[in-house]
């Protein structure tokens, strides 16, 4: 991120701020991490990352939709080249038949690209949290690498 000039911004429901956590843990962090928004009540995803309460209606806040929206908002509103997001169920309560414990959907909103990708990630709720930490780390690697 510092060599390429680049900054980054996350919204974050399901790991309840880990990312921005485990980003301000390496030493240079400030160079490119602006900061991060947990948003963790449906609310605050309304307000601060400015996802459109028809989304959240008709797609839930676990959904591909809403954490397209919140990765776009992180990034918008701290004015970051990237945003990353995390939406999900890390139980042990909140599952429906069509959206289990585990399920998380993480994004990644660039100026050039938009993506996000869906997971049921095994374990208690800190491993689900964990896994979504490392997910949403992975989908940040793989778009710089990919990118010139």
């Known amino acids: 991120m510092t060599r390429r000039g680049l900054t980054l911004a996350a919204a974050e429901s399901c790991?309840?701020?880990l990312v921005s956590h485990r980003l301000t843990n390496v030493p240079g962090s400030s160079f490119?991490?602006?900061?991060?928004?947990?948003?963790y009540?449906?609310?605050?995803?309304?307000?601060?990352?400015?996802?459109?309460?028809s989304t959240l209606d008709s797609h839930g806040a676990v959904s591909e939709e809403t954490v397209l929206e919140m990765a776009s908002g992180a990034r918008r509103t701290l004015h970051a080249d990237i945003g990353i997001a995390t939406s999900g169920i890390a139980g042990p309560g909140g599952a429906t038949p069509s959206k289990p414990v585990g399920l998380v959907w993480i994004a990644l909103s660039a100026t050039d690209a938009s993506t996000a990708l869906s997971a049921i990630y095994p374990g208690d709720r800190l491993a689900v949290k964990?896994?979504?930490?490392?997910?949403?780390?992975?989908l940040l690697l793989d778009y710089l690498t990919s990118t010139p």
């Not at 490119?32 to 948003?39: D, H, K, S």
């Not at 009540?41 to 309460?53: H, I, M, P, R, S």
């Not at 964990?130 to 992975?138: G, I, T, V």
């Open 15 to 17: 790991t309840g701020g």
């Open 41 to 53: 009540a449906n609310q605050t995803k309304l307000e601060l990352l400015g996802v459109q309460t």
């Open 130 to 138: 964990e896994q979504s930490a490392q997910a949403a780390f992975q």
């Open 32 to 39: 490119y991490f602006l900061g991060g928004v947990v948003a």
